[in-house]
């Protein structure tokens, strides 16, 4: 099973930017589907970000289109994802996920569904004061 481990959590203001990593470890395939999870208080997990590792395709939630970045180092085994134009509604537990596919179709399709994702981090906060 793929270990996961995040950082890079923080406050910051609204407007501000922060970076967050995902460092991964004993992948069983080539390729990966790397999601970013969030989940805020009272509210169900969202995918907030998605790649496919294997050809670097990725995937949007509409409320960070064009706000966040997912980009994947294969060479370090690291996905991040930048985070600019922080909301408040932004303010919630991020999670990494892994899910080993040779299939970019899959992970276009189900990336954004969580229980299809075996492999976790255990998260980091990410606060975004208005």
């Known amino acids: 099973q793929v270990q996961l481990v995040e950082s890079g959590g923080g406050s910051v203001q609204a407007g501000g930017s922060l970076r967050l990593s995902c460092a991964a470890s004993?992948?069983?395939?080539?390729?990966?589907?790397m999601v970013w999870f969030r989940q805020a208080p009272g509210k169900e997990r969202e995918g907030v970000a998605g790649?496919?590792?294997?050809?670097?395709?990725?995937y949007y939630a509409d409320s960070v289109k064009g706000r966040f970045t997912v980009s994947q180092d294969n060479a370090r085994n690291t996905t991040s994802l930048q985070m600019n134009s922080l909301k408040f509604e932004d303010t919630a537990m991020y999670y990494c996920?892994?899910?080993?596919?040779?299939?970019?179709?899959?992970?276009?399709?189900?990336?954004?569904?969580?229980?299809?994702?075996?492999?976790w981090g255990q998260g980091t906060q990410v606060t975004v004061s208005s």
């Open positions: 790649i496919y590792t294997g050809s670097s395709s990725t």
């Open positions: 996920a892994a899910a080993p596919t040779e299939d970019r179709r899959w992970c276009s399709l189900f990336w954004h569904r969580g229980s299809v994702f075996g492999s």
């Open positions: 004993g992948y069983t395939s080539s390729s990966n589907c």
